[in-house]
């Protein structure tokens, strides 16, 4: 199993401009998360899926939107990038079983926004 | 809602000696706690993790981690630390009826020799 696979590892944009940064996993997870890093703030949820077809807001969604067409694939679209998201955004699944709520971690896309 | 509070955002300790990390939580009912490892350029990979039973748990490379509901804590520990430990680490908090996280601001750990 490749686990979760996140794309691209790093990426440059102008402020305006938009993206998609992929997530896919092959565990067969029916939860997957997207979450960014910055320094001294740990890791804030942007937004989840609990299933196909399911989304939901996390603690900072402004300025991404989500979309779950499939089990596999989760990608994080930035519409219109600002400075502001400049970060490092890692991607996470979870299985759903009641006794495990561990989530697997994708490598990480580190974003600038110029 | 729950959060969680890493008092020490930086710590420094000598190859060989121990290690205790702090944690501290909220949450109204037992909840679900994580602790999680990144190393520099890496993802987050899964320390040890505890539901419930017995409140001190083992997990991976040495680890172990106390559950104190009376204090609201679960600190990490490793009575001996290596070189490859420099890391961050993350403590969380979940409840056990959702899959949401909730993640400290990190410990990063450095080793000197």
């Known amino acids: ?114 | 809602a729950q959060s969680v509070t890493q008092p020490d955002i930086h710590i420094t300790v000598s190859e060989g000696a121990s290690l205790e990390l702090r944690c501290n939580y909220s949450y109204g009912a037992t909840p679900y706690l994580f602790w999680y490892v990144q190393s520099p350029g890496q993802g987050l990979q899964l320390l040890l993790k505890y539901f419930s039973g017995d409140t001190l748990v083992q997990g991976i490379k040495g680890f172990e981690a106390e559950f104190k509901r009376s204090q609201s804590s679960f600190n990490l520990r490793k009575p001996s630390v290596h070189w490859s430990d420099a890391a961050e680490y993350f403590c969380a908090v979940g409840a056990p009826d959702d899959y949401k996280l909730s993640f400290g601001a990190g410990t990063t750990v450095t080793v000197r020799a």
Not at chain 1, 58 to 65: F, I, K
């Open chain 1, 1 to 114: 199993n490749a686990g979760v696979t996140q794309t691209p590892k790093f990426q440059v944009l102008k402020t305006g401009q938009s993206m998609t940064l992929q997530c896919a996993q092959d565990m067969n997870h029916e939860y997957m998360s997207w979450y960014r890093q910055d320094p001294g703030m740990g890791l804030r949820l942007i937004h989840y899926s609990v299933g196909a077809g399911i989304t939901d807001q996390g603690e900072v969604p402004n300025g991404y939107n989500v979309s779950r067409s499939t089990t596999e694939d989760f990608p994080l679209r930035l519409l219109s990038a600002a400075p502001s998201q400049t970060s490092v955004y890692f991607c996470a699944s979870s299985p759903q079983r009641w006794a495990s709520r561990e989530q697997y971690f994708g490598p990480g896309t580190r974003l600038t926004v110029t």
